[in-house]
Every structure is written in C-alpha cells, then in structure tokens.
C-alpha cells in the first residue's frame, strides 16, 4: 500500500503560482503513475496531469497545458505540479494519486489540499 501526503495549497491571485507536492511512503517501489487530479464545487473529480515514474512521461488536461508542470524526484518519493499563470476556474481541492503497474485504476489517493484563485 501506498500512502500520499499532499501540501503547498493556499490562496492565491490571479496570475501568481503555486506549487504541489506529493510526498510518497509505503510500498513506492511499485507505483507506475503518479497523478494530480482536481474537484471543484458541484463538479467531478478530473484528472490534471500524470507523470509515469520510472521514465517522466507526462500527460496534461488541455486546460492546464502551458501554466502547469508536473515532475517527480525518485530519490526524495515526491511528485510536485508546479502552477502558474493561475485563474479563478483552477479554484479546487487537488488530490495526488497513485497506481501500480497491475492496476488499471489509481488506488492510492491523497487527503487533498485546496487551492483558490481570487480574482
């Protein structure tokens, strides 16, 4: 099992930055993807962005693409998403999740922690 500890959240203008961590323990030596997903008010769950562990290959909603960076550093068992050029619609509780390579869905899942946008 893998457990996930999410923080960097705040609040922040329009404009500024932030960035997420991840921080992985437990049995890491399995995880595949590593994800970042977003929930806002009223709506689903999306998936943000995801990072493939072992060699960096990364994914990003169209939403996000050219503001957000995902990454990860093996050594330190942490993903991180680096936001910026923020706006009021990336206002929402972000959750980091994991899956294994026998997974096909992401199994491990963060606390969340909020980030808001104020315009």
């Known amino acids: 099992q893998v457990q996930l500890v999410e923080s960097g959240g705040g609040l922040v203008q329009v404009g500024g930055s932030l960035r997420l961590s991840c921080a992985a323990s437990?049995?890491?030596?399995?995880?595949?993807?590593v994800g970042w997903f977003r929930q806002a008010p009223g709506k689903e769950r999306d998936v943000v962005a995801r990072?493939?562990?072992?060699?960096?290959?990364?994914y990003y909603t169209n939403s996000v693409k050219g503001r957000f960076t995902i990454s990860r550093d093996n050594a330190k068992k942490t993903a991180y998403l680096q936001m910026n050029s923020l706006k009021p619609e990336d206002t929402a509780v972000y959750y980091c999740?994991?899956?294994?390579?026998?997974?096909?869905?992401?199994?491990?899942w963060g606390q969340g922690t909020q980030v808001t946008v104020s315009s």
């Open positions: 999740a994991s899956r294994v390579i026998t997974s096909s869905e992401f199994d491990s």
């Open positions: 437990g049995d890491t030596a399995n995880i595949y993807v």
């Open positions: 990072i493939t562990w072992r060699n960096g290959e990364t």
